[in-house]
């Protein structure tokens, strides 16, 4: 049985779907911190088996304890933590807390229970404003804000982890910007308040939820001026998740991948992508910069590919498509 911390939240429920395809038993771990307990009854309609569930905290010892005397867990995958980027820089204590703390005392638990397969949810963050596109997992790595640094911090310590105790399994994976819902519609991603990311904002603009997208800066060098990302549609991501797991349970080791597409869009061309598989308009203005956002960032996923043999299979028109179909099924999220 394979553990998922955070396995209620957007790309951690996906990976569960993605899991039960592939065959393996899941247990989630999760506080509804930032999720709904509804998207349990949803995972159940996707995989025709209900997933096994403890409501609980990554930082509670004690409770990670009695969950790895309980059941035969082979392997974490570990989603849980806080993930907003302006948030982090009002309230650093919180993100250290959850994301590096809570994180050091899952694999303190781990070593206790002498579990050793680890696969950690990094971010492109890490790169920081990159010199060059496309980044490689060699490219300089930086950071801005306490989210990153989290990231940072705790890549470190895995690292640092793996160099002192050889048998330890451990893969660090750099997700770019994930987007889209799994196509029945059942579970997407459901932000809390007004959303910080650009798809989720743009599809709550779609519904009518929003009056316009405000398009941060128009003068970046890119394009057509607005910021360029490489954004992966989450069901991808998902799987990129279950070929780590298989990978590492075969040969073990530290990995460390971007997981991205390769392919890099504007926010403009997303914008257009998305009306046409709406068949909506999207009303937008272009203001100024969002402070600490980058020109452009996105990935060389070829070491992913060559060592996973994994590789993205779902365009931008997928990702529109079933974002949209998620955002129509569930005006109001999970509520
Ligand atoms: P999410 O907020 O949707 O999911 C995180 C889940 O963890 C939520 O269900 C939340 O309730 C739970 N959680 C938070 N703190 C917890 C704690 N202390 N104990 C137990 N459960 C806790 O976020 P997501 O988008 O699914 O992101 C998952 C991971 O991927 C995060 O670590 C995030 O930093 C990382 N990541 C996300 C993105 C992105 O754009 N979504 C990009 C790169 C990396
Ligand atoms: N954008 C807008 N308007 C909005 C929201 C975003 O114009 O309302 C623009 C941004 O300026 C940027 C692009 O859309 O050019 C993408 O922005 P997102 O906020 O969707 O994503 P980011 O690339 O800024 O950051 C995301 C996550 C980070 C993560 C990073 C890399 O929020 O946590 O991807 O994975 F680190």
């Known amino acids: 049985m394979i553990l998922v911390t955070g396995g209620?939240?957007?790309?951690?429920?996906?990976?569960?779907?993605a899991l039960a395809e592939a065959g393996y038993k899941t247990l989630i771990l999760d506080n509804f911190s930032n999720s709904h307990p509804a998207v349990l009854d949803r995972l159940e309609r996707i995989s025709g088996t209900r997933p096994n569930f403890v409501e609980g905290d990554i930082r509670d010892g004690d409770l990670l304890d009695s969950i790895f005397k309980q059941y035969s867990i082979t392997a974490v995958m570990h989603?849980?933590?806080?993930?907003?980027?302006?948030?982090?820089?009002?309230?650093?204590l919180e993100y250290h807390a959850n994301n590096v703390l809570g994180t050091l005392n899952l694999l303190a638990a781990m070593q206790r229970a002498e579990l050793f397969t680890f696969i950690f949810s990094s971010s492109a963050t890490v790169y920081g404003d990159p010199d060059s596109v496309p980044v490689k997992e060699e490219s300089p790595r930086s950071t801005t804000n306490p989210y990153g640094r989290s990231k940072l911090?705790?890549?470190?310590?895995?690292?640092?982890?793996?160099?002192?105790?050889?048998?330890?399994?451990?893969?660090r994976l750099r997700y770019f910007n994930p987007v889209g819902a799994h196509?029945?519609?059942?579970?997407?991603?459901?932000?809390?308040?007004?959303?910080?990311?650009?798809?989720?904002?743009?599809?709550?603009?779609?519904?009518?939820?929003?009056?316009?997208?405000?398009?941060?800066?128009?003068?970046?060098?890119?394009?057509?001026?607005?910021?360029?990302?490489?954004?992966?549609?989450?069901?991808?991501?998902?799987?990129?998740?279950?070929?780590?797991?298989?990978?590492?349970?075969?040969?073990?080791?530290?990995?460390?991948?971007?997981?991205?597409?390769?392919?890099?869009?504007?926010?403009?061309?997303?914008?257009?992508?998305?009306?046409v598989a709406s068949m909506r308009s999207v009303k937008y203005e272009i203001v100024s910069r969002r402070s600490g956002d980058i020109a452009e960032c996105w990935a060389d996923p070829s070491h992913a590919e060559k060592v996973l043999g994994w590789k993205t299979r779902r365009g931008l028109d997928q990702m529109c498509a079933d974002s949209w179909r998620w955002q129509q099924r569930n005006p109001e999220g999970y509520q």
């Open 153 to 171: 911090i705790m890549e470190d310590i895995l690292d640092d982890l793996h160099r002192a105790e050889a048998k330890w399994n451990i893969a």
């Open 8 to 17: 209620a939240g957007y790309i951690g429920s996906h990976t569960v779907v």
């Open 79 to 92: 989603f849980a933590g806080l993930k907003s980027v302006s948030e982090s820089v009002s309230k650093p």
């Open 183 to 275: 196509e029945s519609g059942l579970i997407g991603e459901d932000p809390q308040g007004i959303p910080n990311n650009l798809m989720p904002y743009v599809n709550q603009v779609a519904i009518g939820h929003r009056e316009k997208l405000s398009i941060f800066g128009g003068d970046y060098p890119t394009v057509d001026g607005t910021g360029v990302r490489d954004y992966i549609h989450v069901m991808d991501l998902a799987e990129g998740h279950v070929s780590t797991l298989d990978y590492l349970l075969k040969s073990g080791g530290m990995l460390t991948a971007n997981l991205g597409t390769g392919r890099a869009y504007s926010v403009l061309e997303m914008v257009k992508a998305f009306e």
